[in-house]
T-cell receptor, first 113, second 113 residues
Framework: KQEVTQIPAALSVPEGENLVLNCSFT??????LQWFRQDPGKGLTSLLL?????REQTSGRLNASLDKSSGRSTLYIAASQPGDSATYLC????????????FGQGTTLQVKP | DTEVTQTPKHLVMGMTNKKSLKCEQH?????MYWYKQKAKKPPELMFV???????INESVPSRFSPECPNSSLLNLHLHALQPEDSALYLC????????????FGEGSRLTVL
């Protein structure tokens, strides 16, 4: 059974820092992995989608990497800003590809001015 | 346009009421999803529609009744709900079931009295 873990559960950093959010999964048989951002009381915003054949994806200040063999993905945020404060969720799409994503519990990020 | 629109944003209903949540997308996506999210938890899959046919029902109680009138619309009919059904209900869509990036709406916040 696929399990997805995100550590730490919460993170507080000063503005301008580069930071890394971690996501680990127990079964390497995945179709793809997606990172989302969620602001309080709002829906999920897709940040990056990494296919199983890819090693990384970049969008602006965000870079996501994928190491299937070790069951890990990281989301790198460069030059963090207070507007980056949110909960970040990673979700694994298993190889069965039914569309049922397996979510981690999320990392709540606070960037202080 | 990568928008999924959900209405209403907020809904308060009694346990004997009948109400509906609505979701619309115009991205040409053929898979649509309903998720339920409780406070400080990741989203949980309820239903998946693929090409307007119900593909996955995650053993959801019959007081929740999904409907997909056409490829752009998804409804969730609510009847005889319980207070524990209070949650954020999220609609999502993707190009195909399990294929491509998953896009979420802003959600409908449901309170059952």
């Amino acid at each position: 059974k696929q399990e997805v873990t995100q550590i730490p559960a919460a993170l507080s950093v000063p503005e301008g820092e580069n930071l890394v959010l971690n996501c680990s999964f127990t079964d390497s048989a995945i179709y793809n992995l997606q990172w989302f951002r969620q602001d309080p009381g709002k829906g999920l915003t897709s940040l990056l989608l990494i296919q199983s054949s890819q090693r990384e994806q970049t969008s602006g200040r965000l870079n996501a990497s994928l190491d299937k063999s070790s069951g890990r993905s990281t989301l790198y945020i460069a030059a963090s800003q207070p507007g980056d404060s949110a909960t970040y969720l990673c979700a694994v799409n298993p190889l069965s590809n039914t569309g049922k994503l397996i979510f981690g519990q999320g990392t709540t990020l606070q960037v202080k001015p | 346009d990568t928008e999924v629109t959900q209405t209403p944003k907020h809904l308060v209903m009694g346990m004997t009421n009948k109400k509906s949540l609505k979701c619309e997308q115009h991205m040409g996506h053929r898979a649509m999803y309903w998720y339920k999210q409780k406070a400080k938890k990741p989203p949980e899959l309820m239903f998946v529609y693929s090409y307007e046919k119900l593909s996955i029902n995650e053993s959801v109680p019959s007081r929740f009744s999904p409907e997909c009138p056409n490829s752009s619309l998804l409804n969730l009919h609510l009847h005889a709900l319980q207070p524990e059904d209070s949650a954020l209900y999220l609609c999502a869509s993707s190009h195909g079931q399990g294929t491509g990036e998953l896009f979420f709406g802003e959600g409908s916040r449901l309170t059952v009295l």
